[in-house]
């Protein structure tokens, strides 16, 4: 009995439940009398709508046998029905998987565009129940995929909650047996990315779609995130509510009693980086995100790209237990002595050390440093120590990988918005794990370019820094003396100095100046209104002798104090001023860079912007103590535009003057920067020589496997989907050996051409 159809039409997926008949999915026999399809597909063949974006087709005849269910005659067909039952649509497997392949590469090409295009190849008008077809369909479709592929991994013995941390980037995890040892054992990256929200519900509406995705290996779980809830408790942010626009301040979604991951530290000399990060994430949550479920996502990768673990932020902006979820995951799986940069990784290190995670990661010889980027906006004294330039084998790393992982998954956010929970998480998943083939894919690519980079660098810079130092008749020791003399210099600033007796800490002084403002304005008007209490008599000789010494006591003690009172006012204000001015002159410095890029030049700017605030709060009050004692005051305007130290004269007036000091010389200075950079090439060959070899063992490794696995899989149900994968992979692993060959066939090139044997079997954790 054949099934009469003039069309396709998918919108009895929008009510595959329901007992009415299905319009154009009815099946009629010759004579016309029509009957419910769910009664034809008792018969061994049956016709069905279908869709099939290469064929056209408009209906497919499907051959079974009696006790072969429907469902899965469609399948062995090639097509997969809308609904596991009574299906009134089919859609081919190579239509869903043409959509599939074209939502890897273009992340934000949704199921209602491809609904459309369908519509428009089969000359028909859209309607909504189309798309709903189509994605229900799509989600069964990918249930299958993520079975078979669970499959294939179980066969590989890529198995194990662990597993792909373990081993996704084999530069990072694939350890030899004689390579040297690395400064860090990993260096990785972490933050949060508020694009991916998706809205929450209205009121109390039960949402329809309850299902939840847990088969990804990326996520953390809620539960276990808020494990470290407690851990940090929030400290407000110093700001003045007076500049902020009462109807932008809604905080119903902010977490008011779990701590930002700044709220952990206590290092003053860290304070003002730390003002400066709660001062951006207060902006960020202007304008309600209350009406948000998940306000984003916390995610971690690898210095070469390969993601790690994330974690949605529910209903809250980038609290502290984010990043100490992924911190105490790291702990407990990645090797010890490994670095982990954070856009605050300077405040973020004290927070860790505070929590319960702290002696852990002390034991585990592990540490924090900032992003190259977010680090030139950071104050002076952080820099030296927390900045990857800075740090001793960090190589040329920049850790920014997210920031390229949050621009490309940037894409899914007009799709995901409106989505389910579980829809959203699917699709962040198809992402991350398309993310990480096309890191794989791309890996001995970036490690040739980072050994051009170095090679580069010490071709040009190494020779150049030599010359200079000669001309200059300094050597790398004085370099590195100058470094270390200037990060205790900055140490130093607005500090009292030892033995300096009239040096106080700066409250101290505002207290004593005021003390010394009150007794100079009262010395000479309580020696002319009071009389002593033990007044006597006098003669007129002894009498005026005796005034006349007091007097003059009285007139020495008023001199001295307004002196005193003078010269605390002046060392309050310019103590203050020089310190911000060295900070912004430094930060300038960075900004003008010949290799500094326009939009990390605007970044800096804008973090001077905020300093030269306190600035020209600063000159303000230099410019008040400097009139009362008859000092020269000082431009606001002029101050603004000074590039170096020696244009600010008023500098040396300080007893912290650097006028003098070898490190604060333009070109010493520039020797210095040349010097880190040399550095850093050298040990980024080191690290490239390591990872390139084990990228090429790895590879040799997993083709021994793979033909093993072949060998034991022939005959067997799992042979082709294996067999698909293994050809997939050796084509890229191929494209891989080309280009490492490539880079060991640079001049400059100084690592081990000969795969080498590694240490270990590939580690699962389960």
Known sequence: MDVDNSGFDMSMAANEDDDEDVGEGRAGDSAGMSIDIRDVLHFRSFKIDAVNIYTLEKEVCIHRSENTKAAVALVSAGYLGTSPEFPSLAISLQTLELYYTLRLFKPSFSVEAFAKALCHLYSIPFRRGYRTGLSDTFDVYLAIRRRIDSQVAKELGHEGANYRVLNSCPACCYKLEDEPELEFSRMWVVDGNNSLKRMAGIGNREVSDTRIFGESDYYLSEDFVNIYAGEIKARPLARNIEDEDPDELQSDWVDEEHGDPTDGIEDSELAQCTENWKAAAADQQKKMWGIFHESGYFASACRHGFVLWVADMIRSGELAKYPLAIVAKAL????????????????????????????????????????????????????????????????????????????????????????????????????????????????????????????????DEAKALQADLLAKGITIEDLETYFVEESNHLKEIGKEAEGDLHAVAYVELLQRYRELSSACDNAAADFRSQTPADYEFLASAASYSRNLSDGRRAETKRRYLREQRDKTLFEVALERLYKLVIQRLFELHKMNLSFTGYKMRTHISNALQRRSKAIRNAVKTYNSAAAAIGRPTLDWVKVTHYSFLDQFNILQDTRHSILDKKWADPVVRHLMKQHRQVARAKEEIQHCNIQIRRLQTSIFDEDKKFQKVLEHLKDTSMYFPVHDFINRRRAVNQLLLSRIYQTQALPGFTGNRNPGTTERMLRMMK
């Open 332 to 459: 407990g799986v990645l090797p010890l002595h490994w670095l982990m940069g954070y856009d605050i990784g300077c405040s973020f290190g004290g927070t860790i050390l505070r929590s319960s995670l702290g002696p852990e990661f002390a034991k585990q010889k592990c540490r924090t440093c900032v992003n190259t980027f977010h680090g030139y906006s950071h104050n002076a004294a952080c820099q030296q120590k927390y900045h990857p330039l800075n740090i001793l084998g960090m190589g040329l790393e920049d850790l920014e990988t997210l920031e390229r992982l949050f621009s490309s998954s940037n894409q899914l956010a007009p799709l995901i918005r409106y989505m389910t929970a579980y829809r959203r998480r699917v699709f962040i998943d198809i992402f991350l794990q398309q993310w990480d083939q096309e890191k794989y894919q791309n890996l001995a690519t970036m490690l040739h370019n980072n050994y051009v980079q170095a090679l580069n660098i010490l071709e």
